[in-house]
């Protein structure tokens, strides 16, 4: 049997008030992102806003800025 990685839930990284809405995302809770500083590993969690209890990714910090450098553009 094949055995799948489960990504780790939002409320597994960081409480709820180190999440971060994109100040470019729009306020009636459109397509946004949320950011969380993961400080204690150097690393950021990724999360979709509506679904705040749902999977995150976690990328290096390094990739993270490069993304928004890049983005930002």
Request: aromatic content about 10%.
């Amino acid at each position: 049997m094949t055995q799948h990685q489960r990504f780790p839930t939002s409320t597994d990284l960081a409480p709820e008030s180190a999440w971060t809405k994109s100040s470019y995302s729009s306020q009636n809770n459109g397509n946004c992102v949320e950011v969380a500083d993961l400080a204690y590993t150097g690393h950021v969690g990724i999360r979709d806003s509506k679904d705040k209890q749902g999977p995150a990714i976690v990328v290096p910090k390094s990739a993270w800025s490069s993304f928004v450098g890049y983005v930002g553009a």
